[in-house]
């Protein structure tokens, strides 16, 4: 019974339009600030290493570099403070964590692009959105 009363609750929290994006593909997270009484958007671009919970607890991590320095930053999916995410560039991976490309500096992080034409690329999002 607990379990429903909490999955109900869930649902209310959860947003309707989650685009869909997998582990190896560069992303921008429009990332919404306030400051003091200003709001703005802030975009942070990179490659997505890892994917994590289910439901209002899904989160995923980005990594980028920086002036030479490694910069990765967790997002919650269905948090209010992302305000969109937009996928640049899909990318062809073997593995369900990218923790490797910590390791790798320059050429060695990019990945193979995965073709994926438009109509495939809404058919799994709506396959997606299903489950």
């Given at each position: 019974?607990?379990?429903?009363?909490?999955?109900k609750v869930e649902q209310?929290?959860?947003?309707?339009?989650?685009?869909?994006?997998?582990?190896?593909?560069?992303?921008?997270?429009?990332?919404?600030?306030?400051?003091?009484?200003?709001e703005r958007i802030q975009v942070f671009t990179g490659v997505v290493i890892a994917r994590s919970g289910?439901?209002?607890?899904?989160?995923?991590?980005?990594?980028?570099?920086?002036?030479?320095q490694g910069v990765e930053?967790?997002?919650?999916?269905?948090?209010?403070r992302i305000a969109k995410v937009e996928v640049k560039r899909a990318g062809e991976t073997r593995r369900?964590?990218?923790?490797?490309?910590?390791?790798?500096v320059g050429k060695a992080v990019r990945l193979k692009e995965r073709r994926i034409d438009k109509d495939k690329r809404?058919?799994?999002?709506?396959?997606?959105?299903k489950n």
């Open positions: 019974m607990s379990q429903e009363l909490l999955n209310t929290c959860l947003k309707e339009e989650v685009p869909y994006f997998e582990i190896g593909d560069t992303v921008d997270v429009h990332c919404r600030i306030l400051e003091g009484e200003k289910s439901g209002t607890r899904e989160m995923f991590s980005v990594r980028r570099i920086v002036q030479g930053r967790k997002f919650p999916l269905h948090s209010p369900a964590k990218l923790y490797y490309l910590r390791d790798r809404e058919a799994l999002a709506a396959k997606a959105k």
